[in-house]
C-alpha cells in the first residue's frame, strides 16, 4: 500500500502522541517485547496518550513496573513538552526513594519526549539504562500500552465527556491509587500490584507463582 500510494480509511480525526526523534541517535532495544521479569525494579516501562476534553486536549504520561504492574509514576499536562514525561519519571523515582533503581531498564517508544537531553540525563543520574523500541513495530512497548489501554477504558471513556485537566488529573490520581492498591490483576495472580511486591520483598511469591510468565498483557 505504501508503494503503491495507499492508505487505510480512518474513522474520526487521528492524534499521535508519539513524534519520533530522527537527529540523535537511538538506543538499544534491551527488551525485545519480553516484558515477564523476576523481580521489582528491573524493568520500567513508560508511555503517554491523550484525552480530549471540553478545554481541548490533555495528555498523561506513566511510568510503570514491568514486575508488579504498579504505576509508579504519571502527570498530566496540556502539552506533549518534556516536561510531561520528566515530571513522571520524577514520580517515579520517588516512589521508589528508599530502594536500589540502579540499572533498571527503563524502556519506553522513540518519542522526543523520552530521547530528549534532559530525559535522558536524568535517566542516566539516577543510574537506569535507556532502552527504546524498535520503529515500525507496534509490540516494542505494549506492556505500557496495554495499561494506558485499562485507562483509557476503565476510566477516561467510563466517566467521560471531560471538562478540563484539571478534572482530567483529579480522576486519575484516583484511578491510578485504585489500580495500585484494590484492583484485581489477573495476570499477576488477581492481586493488586502494590499486594504482588509487599508479598515479593517478604519472599511469599515468586515469578512462577505469580503468574507472570503467562504471555496475556491484559
Request: glycine content about 6%; some cysteine.
Amino acid at each position: 500500500m505504501r508503494k503503491l500510494g495507499l492508505q487505510g480509511a480512518v474513522r474520526g480525526k487521528t492524534w499521535k502522541t508519539t513524534k519520533p526523534d530522527t537527529s540523535s541517535p537511538r538506543p538499544a532495544d534491551l527488551v525485545d517485547r519480553q516484558f515477564a521479569v523476576t523481580a521489582p525494579n528491573r524493568l520500567w516501562v513508560a508511555d503517554l496518550t491523550y484525552v480530549r476534553t471540553w478545554a481541548g486536549m490533555t495528555y498523561a504520561a506513566f511510568v510503570m513496573d514491568a514486575y508488579s504492574r504498579r504505576i509508579l509514576g504519571w502527570q498530566t499536562s496540556t502539552t506533549l513538552r518534556t516536561d510531561l514525561a520528566l515530571d513522571a519519571l520524577e514520580m517515579a523515582l520517588w516512589t521508589r526513594r528508599t530502594e536500589d533503581v540502579t540499572s533498571v531498564i527503563h524502556h519506553s517508544d522513540r518519542g522526543v519526549q523520552y530521547l530528549s537531553i534532559r530525559y535522558t540525563e536524568r535517566l542516566s543520574e539516577a543510574g537506569c539504562v535507556t532502552s527504546v523500541g524498535s520503529r515500525g513495530d507496534s509490540y516494542d512497548n505494549a506492556l505500557a500500552e496495554s495499561i494506558i489501554g485499562l485507562y483509557k477504558t476503565e476510566l477516561i471513556r467510563k466517566r467521560g465527556p471531560w471538562r478540563n485537566l484539571d478534572d482530567v488529573e483529579f480522576a486519575t490520581l484516583e484511578w491510578v491509587d485504585w489500580f495500585n492498591h484494590r484492583r484485581l490483576f489477573g495476570p499477576i495472580g488477581h492481586i493488586p500490584p502494590a499486594e504482588l511486591e509487599d508479598m515479593y520483598y517478604r519472599g511469599e511469591v515468586s515469578a512462577e507463582e505469580a503468574g507472570l510468565k503467562q504471555p496475556s498483557l491484559h
